[in-house]
């Protein structure tokens, strides 16, 4: 599905509003990690979270670069692959931001001993989300950020590291396109096994010159529930958005426990 040319000015104002911010609270993560004493919450908010934000920031800069919301004309292969790498350095990225935040908490308040175990450290694990101050722990128990987490993050973080890597459609397609695309495909193998090269290039150009560009991405087609297709550069925004928004709170409250 296209975006209106409407939308996608407007995801692309936003863009830059969220790059702005994400910067801003990079920053500000800087100066807290620096004031800290202690070697672990140095790390984990110098090297860990400050360094995740660079790099979300860097790859929605790169994806809005190399596949703007205004696309018309397929993406050549090679852009394309690069597009699902800085997606995936995204969503690893987004990921992996939450336990920083929480070594950082932990390592703050010596919570070491009490929590015994390194696989109970989580900002979504009850073993750490004890010891929160009543607002990073009401945040995080509240029904929208557990289902952005559960049925979002926490689904397409595990396919990408662990079953099929996040992946963005090559085109959408009519039937009859996608026809003339499977028709293709077998010639394909036949021209592989035979190894005619040549006429191989000519069958992957006659494939990327069928259908419009796809701006969904997804991690599965056949696992007995797989994920819906969610629009790329607003959920790119959103994921952001949630970065900065808790990022923030956690900021102004995780020298405090409960």
Not at 88 to 97: I, Q, S, T, W
Not at 161 to 182: K, M, Q, S, W
Not at 208 to 214: Q, Y
Request: glycine letters at 6%; hydrophobic letters at 40%; charged letters at 25%.
């Amino acid at each position: 599905m296209a975006y209106t040319e409407e939308q996608a000015s407007h995801l692309v104002s936003e863009q830059g509003t969220v790059a702005s911010l994400l910067k801003e609270l990079m920053l500000q993560t800087v100066v807290q990690g620096q004031e800290s004493s202690h070697t672990g919450v140095r790390e984990h908010l110098l090297h860990g979270v400050a360094r995740r934000i660079n790099v979300l920031g860097r790859a929605i800069e790169n994806i809005f670069g190399k596949f703007p919301p205004s696309t018309s004309s397929l993406l050549e292969r090679d852009a394309l692959y690069d597009v699902q790498i800085n997606l995936h350095a995204f969503v690893m990225n987004l990921y992996g931001v939450f336990d920083n935040w929480a070594w950082a908490f932990v390592f703050r308040h010596g919570l070491e001993s009490e929590i015994r175990d390194r696989r109970g450290v989580g900002l979504f694990h009850e073993r750490t989300t004890r010891y929160l101050p009543p607002i990073l722990r009401d945040y995080l128990s509240s029904s929208t950020t557990t289902d952005w987490h559960e049925k979002y993050l926490k689904s397409f973080r595990d396919a990408l590291a662990h079953r099929i890597p996040l992946y963005i459609p090559p085109a959408e397609i009519t039937p009859e396109e996608g026809d003339r695309y499977n028709r293709l495909e077998s010639e394909k193998v036949e021209l592989i096994r035979t190894m005619q090269w040549d006429r191989l290039e000519e069958v992957w150009d006659q494939q990327a010159e069928l259908g419009r560009p796809s701006f969904v991405f997804l991690h599965a087609f056949s696992e007995d529930d797989p994920p819906r297709p969610i629009l790329l550069h607003p959920q790119l925004l959103c994921d952001a958005g949630a970065i900065v928004e808790f990022g923030t709170i956690f900021l102004k409250h995780w020298h405090e426990r409960a």
